[in-house]
């Protein structure tokens, strides 16, 4: 039996989806998007364009419902499938689009460089447990407008993994380009998805004009898209969870409405990330249990509306690779998993997602491993009847090498790496005392220092060296930052 | 040599039948005893001593290797003994008087036996001089004393001044162990050596039988 948790009954999902729904026939969305207004007017919606507004029709909702994909799969840059986000399956992602990254050397938070993003994408080639990359922090050394394609660029160029990116621009051809280049055609990346996009509603209920031309690209290109409404509970949110479980839900639907009037089938995921409002800093604590709760309820609503999920959980509002971090992040991971959604953004993350520590992505990894075995749940395995083992063990004194042992043990116990301290006070001293931070950073070195060149043919990496360059010079840059590290 | 070589991984995958039969196949040819021994069977174990330091290897397969050597060294032994050579050592092993906890106790009889020492477990709540006796009867040269408890931890100076008062340091050397012994602990009561876990009481009765 695979564990779940539920927060919701199906009859409180459907009072917070008919309210929704309710909200978007009355209330409607600002969509800055000409195109996309008239689209939708085209489908029934009712839209003004001098206002920029639409009140959407329960048929148009049913009919995005309809045709949005209940599952689909990511494939890596090598074209391997990699992720199948359907039912309860899970996978991990480092936390995404940080602005700065935490100095190894100096233990503080910086701005981040191309070589930092080498050593990053390096690093989540070698983790086990993490299945796709992240754009996970933003190069600050090149044009401002080049910062979202130049992070896939340097991804797709270091890591095998798939990757879960966003935009800021409207320029969605440079990401385009990387894609079709990466996989040879437009055919074959529509067959084969290679990244998933996310666009974030802004609150209450509007698309910018950025995030509704993103939505509109994507689903032209059937590049994969997560949802990602923030309502911030008490701020810019109702202050209860199920009130801003209605705000993401309405907000969300609209944007499932959105990519499926353009592209009907187009692959959509029910993400988010929602917070609660510390009133005490005016922050947005991800790390807070009411937020992770929230994360959970649209989980339910996700899996209701029969649609592959996504959540932002397994991260911390930390500074530093701490006591905090540590708790935050195990907890949220248990529970984004175990409320079964797809994709679990997050690891690496301090901050409020401001900062991304490899460090604190080698320890999440870690954190992720134990979540997959928590998953596995309680299973028999070969313990009915249990007569014959306890006879061994009777005649033995012990099990310590017994068949039943050697064959279990690895199914039943997953050993953490060298991060976890399992080892006794002595052992731990012997070698060296050291604390989890400093495992950890010996760790990023020898991963960044093991990892295997990409097998992207050659080709299609000068072809990528070439766009990049090309968009380079657009943007008023001479030469791209060395790529040495 | 390749039969050598097979020796070895064949210890390192803990298979104790195909050591077997490569074991007399390498006396068949005419190889030197101590060449089996020390570059197959003992080079084997250093690499399997190697992996479970970096935790590549746990317990378990540790000892199913440890069982391959052992039913290595059974073939060895007529030839080992004809040649003289000497065997790896006994060690008597108890829970000190007044403690009655065995678990980590066990855990080190099975892994130096596992090793290719010879083990007299004398069990739970045993008095020093116990300790000593039976070392003298069986000829071991160390004592591994455990403790469990804080309230059980005085007794086992005993043991060590037991050794002193008739004369055999240096001939009878003791090891000790438990919890919550500390490296500290042990030196303030004169003991010749402490394990922190099952597996370091291996490389301290090497080191105490000269055999590192």
Redesign the interface.
């Known amino acids: 039996m695979r564990p779940t948790i539920r927060f919701l009954d199906d009859q409180l999902i459907t009072r917070i989806i008919d309210e929704a729904r309710d909200l978007l026939r009355t209330l409607g969305v600002t969509i800055h998007n000409q195109e996309v207004l008239s689209l939708l007017g085209d489908h029934g919606a009712e839209i003004d364009l001098s206002t920029e507004h639409t009140r959407l029709t329960d048929e148009i909702i049913d009919a995005a419902l309809k045709t949005a994909p209940s599952s689909f799969q990511l494939f890596d840059v090598m074209g391997n499938q990699t992720h199948d986000f359907s039912g309860d399956n899970v996978y991990f992602t480092p936390g995404s689009a940080a602005v700065n990254v935490m100095d190894s050397a100096t233990g503080d938070a910086r701005r981040p460089t191309t070589a930092d993003y080498i050593r990053y994408a390096k690093l989540v080639g070698g983790l086990k447990h993490i299945a796709a990359q992240s754009t996970a922090f933003i190069p600050a050394d090149v044009a401002e407008s080049l910062q979202d394609s130049y992070r896939l660029f340097l991804s797709l160029l270091f890591c095998e993994k798939p990757v879960i990116t966003g935009a800021f621009t409207k320029n969605f051809d440079i990401i385009r380009d990387l894609q079709q280049i990466v996989r040879g055609s437009a055919e074959e990346l529509k067959e084969k998805p290679l990244t998933m996009i996310s666009v974030c509603p802004t609150a209450p209920f509007k698309w910018t004009e950025a995030a509704s031309q993103n939505l509109l690209d994507c689903a032209r290109n059937s590049v994969p898209v997560e949802y990602i409404s923030m309502p911030l509970s008490g701020f810019m949110a109702p202050v209860t969870v199920v009130g801003s479980l209605i705000q993401h839900t309405a907000e969300t639907l609209s944007g499932i409405v959105i990519s499926q009037t353009v592209n009907p089938g187009t692959p959509v995921v029910y993400g988010g990330a929602p917070a609660i409002f510390d009133m005490r800093f005016e922050t947005t604590p991800m790390g807070a249990v009411e937020t992770m709760m929230i994360d959970c309820g649209y989980v339910e609503i996700g899996k209701f509306l029969n649609l592959p999920t996504q959540t932002y959980t397994a991260m911390s509002d930390a500074k530093l690779l701490d006591a905090q971090a540590g708790l935050e992040t195990g907890m949220g991971a248990a529970l984004g998993a175990l409320a079964g959604a797809n994709s679990i953004s997050g690891p690496g993350i301090l901050d409020f997602i401001n900062t991304l520590s490899l460090e604190k992505l080698v320890v999440d990894n870690e954190i992720c491993g134990m979540t997959f075995r928590l998953l596995e749940g309680i299973q028999p395995r070969e313990d009915f009847p249990s007569q014959p083992l306890f006879e061994e063990f009777l005649r033995d ?2 099990l ?2 017994a068949d039943h ?2 064959k279990h ?1 690895r199914d039943e116990i997953a ?1 953490p790496g ?1 991060t976890i301290d399992r080892a ?4 731990w001293q ?1 070698r060296g005392a050291v604390t989890i931070g400093q495992i950890a950073s010996s760790e990023v070195e020898r991963l960044v220092l093991e990892a295997e060149p990409t097998r992207l043919d050659k080709g299609k990496q000068a072809q990528l060296v070439e766009r990049m360059e090309r968009a380079a010079l657009s943007a008023g840059m001479d030469a791209l930052p060395q790529r040495d590290a | 040599m390749d039969i050598l070589k097979d020796i070895a991984a064949s210890l390192m995958a803990g298979d104790d039948k195909k050591i077997v039969e490569e074991v007399n196949q390498a006396i068949e040819m005419k190889m030197p005893t101590t060449e089996i021994l020390d570059d197959g069977l003992i080079a084997g174990m250093n690499v399997v001593g190697e992996k479970f330091r970096k935790d590549e290897m746990y317990i378990p397969e540790v000892l199913l290797s440890a069982r391959a050597m052992a039913a290595a060294v059974e073939v060895l032994k007529p030839l080992l003994i004809a040649e003289d050579v000497p065997s790896r050592g006994k060690v008597v092993l108890g829970s000190i008087q007044g403690d009655l906890h065995d678990i980590g106790k066990n855990l080190v009889a099975i892994m130096l036996e596992g090793a290719g020492f010879e083990v007299v477990d004398l069990g739970i709540d045993v008095p020093a001089e116990k300790f000593i006796e039976t070392a003298l009867e069986e000829d071991a040269s160390v004592v591994g004393v455990s403790s469990l408890l804080t309230t059980t931890m005085p007794k086992m100076k005993d043991v060590v001044d037991l050794v002193e008062e008739r004369g055999l340091s240096g001939k009878i050397k003791v090891l000790v162990g438990g919890a919550p012994l500390t490296e500290e602990f042990a030196q303030s009561i004169g003991a010749d050596g402490y394990a922190y876990d099952a597996a370091n009481a291996v490389e301290k009765v090497r080191t105490l039988v000269g055999r590192a």
């Open positions: 004194k012990h310590i090498i042992t050697r043990l050993f060298p006794n006070r002595a052992r012997e």
